[in-house]
């Protein structure tokens, strides 16, 4: 048993060191990259809980500082070496502080068994009891090192980017300050970070960091650097970890890897910060599942039932070109396995639309696991937060209905009238569509925005969605990851017309949870679904009016890659999916297919034995003269 640590010694020996032979930078460079790697073996050793080793270690770095001491240091590199002297200390006492406390807890073991019957287990094995245990992990970002970042950084780096560097996230931590990174991943001891910290330079003006505390951020540091956020743009400390995409289930084996569930979050936290955007890198988008098929400059990145040809994982294994990600730690073979498992079977996709950010399909897939009051209240807190944002005069207190979420400016009275209106016209949706009248119609319910005046939904859409409401629009829904909500004008000059206008919003909010189905049956369908369950309505008379004025299309199939909608464009919406829905039956197997989580084109093709496009070649063949 090696003794006690003794750290008095070292400090007084540092501190003390002499310095009367001169010597070269390239001298002095040598015994430094010394010490730096006996630092590096005693941190290993210190977060395997091997004290002992690790004092062997710090006893070489030691020898190694003495004769350092015996040199005259060029000056030049005297910040280094003050730099590696206060690492040594900060070394030193943590491992005399670990050394304490293994020593406390061997002392207590002993008093709980008599020394007669460790003698015995100890001949039996043949050999001396060592207290060995799995080695604990890293620390971990999250949990560990963002608070001592708060608590130290926070003034001048978090809420200010003092000096060119910003931790407010970890993507700003990572990128460094003007002066380039200021961590190295899995080599602590070139990190500028742990220098300044270790020297005392930072931060200026407040305590110094702990040596626990830098003794987390070198093993973080040294363990890679990974990030177990969700988001490494989000606020520093204002989100959970997440679960490593390693540490998922792995059901029966790699084969069992699914896209959005096992390898989308890590192409989310580990290659889109550079493949996305105006110029991503190599021409290489990777926001969607649509963009990782189409590939870049280099090639296709997934190659079905080829991962061998596939240049994702011959980036991630380094074998073609760079290793990516780019300066962050290597992604791990159980990852890129997962990845060849996944296109081995086929690169299938197990989202409901190839086209939505891989962020949007990511949280719809957690949503599902989400019992319907977890995602409602998930639902709501985001609906406050939203309406916070937008804040129109006369807020009113949010009203709950069996399906509906409302809130909004008009009044209480209103909202309640709103509210019954709503659920009325959910009740005669669902005996038109043949749905179950006893289940939620959309699962975490449905959020209604309901406004007072035209100009109150214009800037509920310029505030909201970030964009400017197409003029003569009141209304209209909207889907966007755990977002689902229907937003529209409910002022008391619209009664006549509000039981369509709710219709509409209401089944264009229950279309659209099923996820697959496009924009443009969205939109065509909820107004023909409100058409039949109000057939008598103004507004649905004004409709009527609309598609027989409208004007030629010069491309008759622009509105299938819309994603906002004036009225022109509803309105060519609403007379393609009117036409191919005359018969009833054929909506209501459509419905009930989407009901089941299948694709949208897939069970559009079941039910009429086309694509969209070629129904609507047919639609455009035969389509009475004057109808779009």
């Not at 900060?90 to 020394?115: D, E, M």
């Not at 830098?214 to 490494?232: E, H, K, Q, T, Y």
């Amino acid at each position: 048993m090696r003794t006690a640590f003794n750290i008095g010694a070292i400090v007084t020996t540092i501190v003390c060191c002499a310095v009367p032979t001169a010597a070269t930078a390239d001298d002095a460079g040598t015994v430094i990259k010394s010490i730096e790697q006996s630092l590096v073996t005693a941190g290993k050793f210190f977060r395997d809980k091997n004290t002992d080793e690790a004092a062997a270690a710090l006893e070489e770095a030691q020898a190694s500082f003495d004769a350092l001491g015996a040199m005259e240091i060029p000056e030049s590199l005297r910040p280094q070496v003050e730099a590696i002297q206060q690492r040594l200390v900060a070394a030193a006492r943590a491992v005399a502080k670990q050394q304490a406390a293994s020593a406390k807890s061997k002392t207590a073991a002993k008093k709980k068994a008599p020394a007669s019957k460790q003698t015995t287990k100890a001949k039996k094995s043949g050999k001396a009891k060592q207290p060995m245990g799995a080695a604990p992990p890293p620390p971990g970002f999250t949990a560990d090192v963002a608070p001592i970042l708060i608590g130290r950084c926070g003034n001048c780096h978090i809420r200010n980017a003092q000096g060119g560097l910003s931790m407010a996230s970890f993507a700003a931590l990572a990128k460094g300050s003007r002066n380039g990174p200021i961590i190295s991943p899995g080599a602590s001891q070139a990190s500028r970070l742990v220098e300044v910290m270790f020297t005392g330079a930072m931060p200026r003006g407040g305590d110094p960091v702990s040596p626990e505390e830098l003794m987390v951020i070198s093993l973080w540091i040294d363990a890679g650097a990974r990030f177990d956020g969700g988001d490494p743009s989000a606020p520093l400390g204002q989100q959970p970890p997440v679960t490593p995409p390693d540490a998922l289930a792995k059901g029966n084996g790699p084969q069992s890897a699914q896209f959005v569930r096992d390898l989308a979050p890590v192409l989310v936290a580990q290659c889109t910060a550079c493949h996305s955007g105006e110029k991503p890198a190599g021409q290489l988008r990777l926001e969607t599942f649509a963009a990782l098929l189409e590939g870049g400059t280099s090639g296709n990145a997934v190659v079905p039932n080829k991962a061998r040809d596939s240049l994702l994982v011959k980036r991630l294994r380094g074998i073609d070109g760079d290793r990516m990600p780019k300066d962050k730690p290597p992604v791990s073979s159980e990852t890129i396995a997962r990845f060849e498992a996944w296109i081995n079977a086929g690169a299938k996709f197990d989202g409901s639309d190839a086209a939505l950010p891989l962020t949007v399909a990511i949280e719809r897939a957690e949503d599902k696991l989400l019992a319907h009051d977890e995602l409602t209240s998930k639902r709501v807190a985001r609906a406050e937060k939203i309406w916070a944002g937008v804040a129109p005069e006369g807020r009113t207190k949010p009203l709950q209905s069996a399906n509906f979420i409302l809130l909004g400016n008009v009044s209480a009275e209103r909202l309640a009238e709103v509210a019954k209106l709503a659920e009325t016209e959910r009740a005669k949706i669902v005996r038109l569509l043949k749905l179950d009248g006893a289940a939620p119609l959309v699962k975490g319910s449905l959020i209604l925005f309901v406004l007072q005046k035209s100009s109150d939904y214009d800037e509920f859409v310029r505030i909201v969605e970030q964009r400017e409401a197409p003029r003569g629009t009141v209304g209209h829904a909207q889907s966007t990851g755990s977002d689902m909500y229907a937003c529209f004008v409910a002022s008391s000059g619209k009664d006549e017309i509000l039981p369509a206008l709710a219709a509409e919003q209401v089944a264009g909010g229950f279309l659209l949870s099923f996820g697959s189905v496009p924009a443009w049956f969205a939109a065509g369908a909820a107004r023909t679904i409100a058409a039949r369950v109000e057939p008598k309505n103004p507004l649905v008379k004004k409709w009527e009016a609309e598609v027989q004025n409208l004007p030629p299309a010069e491309a008759a199939d622009s509105f299938l890659s819309a994603t906002a909608f004036d009225p022109e464009t509803t309105a060519r919406c609403y007379a393609f999916v009117r036409g191919m829905t005359q018969k009833l039956p054929l909506l209501q197997s459509l419905v009930a297919i989407l009901d089941q989580e299948q694709d949208f084109d897939e069970s559009l093709t079941a039910i009429y034995r086309h694509d969209a496009r070629a129904l609507l070649e047919l639609w455009l063949r035969h389509k009475p003269a004057g109808r779009g």
